[in-house]
């Protein structure tokens, strides 16, 4: 019986999968250094990086190339290799937002201090996703001065993809509150009890955990005021004072997970939260009275 030919993709593979870990340092170390530096004056690269146009860890292909150099040469090497992508990053960035110009803003100055924060955060940033919420970023400082604070960029600055997408899941149930801060409604205080309105619990632990949510729900009282589908409504009951609470609970986003959302774009930019809201919506509905805002009960909400 003939053995079956393999595709070379499958069998580039199969090899990728099999790769030593040695060769998989000297492929990270060329990727973020230059090189994998030895002690004993060599530098050892992999000259098979960027054969493959793939984001896919598995594609690790590592063909070696060693060079002798003293220590202020491989010093520099490094050096001139880190500099190097911390400028295109730079430039990936700013690309970004030159795209998303195109309005006239604010004549106040950003604050130079955050600007410089700014800078040295997004130079280590070379993942386009995450790019794109440092371009925001910067985009919201030039259109609105102290918007985001430096503790947000340090946040997102340490913060993994997979934690963004964690993050987007919670927001997907999120209603924005009459101060203009995010927040999710809650049907019981326990985080470790069945919630009939909010079902990613495991997430929200890590959001919180991570500080992008307050730990502790509030009281859902009579006469709060938040936005839903472009209105702004209150919490009345025919029965319960005003200031009282109705059995329900909201849990608050913290400065930096406010900030968050906005760099994503806001509610808006998340299509699939319309339905998640809509179950809550619907849900709340059945045991709470709302009533739409007028104007000048909601200006006086906001002052409030």
Same mark, same amino acid.
């Given at each position: ?32 250094? %230059? ?5 004993? %004056? ?13 984001? =896919? =860890? ?60 700014? !800078? ?48 987007? *899941? ?6 924005? %509150? ?19 309105? !909010? ?62 959302? *906005? ?22 509905? =059945?045991?709470? =009275? ?15």
């Amino acid at each position: 019986m003939r053995t079956p030919r393999l595709h070379s993709a499958q069998i580039n593979k199969a090899k990728s999968n099999k790769i030593g870990t040695w060769s998989k340092l000297v492929a990270l170390c060329t990727h973020v250094l %230059g090189g994998y530096y030895r002690s004993n %004056g060599t530098i050892v690269r992999n000259i098979a990086q960027g054969k493959v146009n793939s984001a =896919d =860890d598995e594609h690790i292909f590592v063909e070696t190339d060693v060079q002798f150099a003293s220590i202020q040469e491989r010093t520099h090497s490094r050096f001139r290799h880190l500099e190097t992508q911390r400028q295109q990053n730079i430039e990936s960035i700013l690309s970004i937002v030159s795209s998303l110009l195109g309005e006239k803003v604010t004549m106040k100055a950003v604050d130079p201090d955050w600007a410089m924060v700014f !800078f040295n955060y997004a130079q280590d940033v070379s993942n386009q996703s995450l790019q794109s919420l440092w371009a925001r970023a910067l985009l919201s400082e030039l259109r609105h001065p102290n918007s985001i604070s430096k503790r947000s960029l340090s946040f997102l600055y340490h913060c993994d993809l997979w934690e963004i997408n964690a993050f987007k *899941k919670v927001a997907h149930y999120a209603f924005i %509150g009459s101060n203009g801060h995010p927040f999710i409604f809650r049907s019981t205080a326990d985080a470790y009890r069945k919630d009939d309105i !909010f079902n990613e619990q495991r997430l929200l632990s890590h959001c919180i955990i991570a500080g992008l949510i307050h730990q502790d729900p509030q009281n859902l009282l009579v006469g709060f005021s938040f936005a839903y589908d472009g209105k702004p409504y209150k919490v009345t009951h025919d029965m319960t004072p005003l200031g009282q609470p109705v059995g329900f609970y909201v849990q608050p986003f913290s400065k930096t997970g406010s900030d968050l959302l *906005k760099l994503m774009g806001g509610l808006k930019a998340i299509p699939s939260s319309n339905m998640n809201r809509r179950v809550v919506w619907d849900y709340l509905c =059945d045991y709470l =009275d709302f009533e739409v805002v007028e104007a000048a009960q909601e200006d006086e909400a906001l002052v409030g």
